[in-house]
């Protein structure tokens, strides 16, 4: 089955900083979702993003399917900004996702 | 709010019992797909329902069925529970089963002690 990798694994930097994660899937994709896993466990959509980039706030994400990776991007990082994010791509009738990036914005 | 509601939100079991775990999807959405996320780990699919058959299984043993009604809310059931059971169970609803945008609900905390 099609392979997710995510880095880095963790990410700590101080508010008002920016950060880039990273998504590699290993395999051709006709969509891609980026969530943000609150402390309490819900996955919250971030971006629906089969190819292109899009913007939402502070946040943007940019997937280049031919590549094969996508990245998302935070800027002026909040505290609020904290959590896990996950990328996620499908296969069949399944999501794949992969071992997420743990962030920690601290004040 | 993504509008997929699951309850419980926590349950505590005992080795070798059942549990039944509910999800309701979003209005209009035909597509229930369940999610086990062990502690530290990325989800793991389960299963997926569509219109009320099973549309794909992972990797999990047969004491982990399924049901979705003809509303679309849906049923995940674990018989002869383990320890290593013990995980976030996460239900997430879509307009279509195959690369339609999935929506999670906020999850079901399993124990087993």
């Known amino acids: 089955g099609i392979q997710v990798e995510q880095s880095p694994p963790d990410l700590i930097l101080q508010e008002g900083a920016n950060s880039t994660l990273r998504c590699n899937f290993s395999d051709s994709v006709n969509n891609l979702q980026w969530f943000h896993q609150n402390p309490w466990g819900q996955l919250i959509n971030l971006f629906y993003?089969?190819?292109g980039t899009k913007q939402n706030g502070r946040l943007s994400a940019t997937t280049v399917a031919t590549e094969r990776y996508s990245l998302l991007y935070i800027s002026s990082s909040q505290t609020t900004d904290s959590g896990v994010y996950f990328c996620a791509v499908p296969g069949g009738s399944r999501l794949t996702f992969g071992e997420g990036t743990q962030l920690t914005v601290n004040p | 709010e993504t509008g997929v509601t699951q309850s419980p939100t926590h349950l505590i079991k005992t080795r070798g019992q059942q549990v039944t775990l509910r999800c309701s999807s979003q209005s209009g959405h035909n597509t229930v797909s369940w999610y086990q996320q062990a502690l530290g780990q990325g989800p793991q699919f389960i299963f997926q329902y569509y219109r009320e058959e099973e549309n794909g299984r992972g990797n999990f043993p047969p004491r982990f069925s399924g049901l979705q009604f003809p509303n679309y809310s849906s049923e995940l059931n674990v018989n002869a529970l383990e320890l290593d059971d013990s995980a976030l169970y996460l239900c997430?609803?879509?307009?279509?089963?195959?690369?339609?945008?999935?929506?999670f609900g906020e999850g079901s905390r399993l124990t087993v002690l």
């Open positions: 997430a609803s879509s307009l279509d089963s195959q690369t339609g945008e999935l929506f």
């Open positions: 993003i089969p190819s």
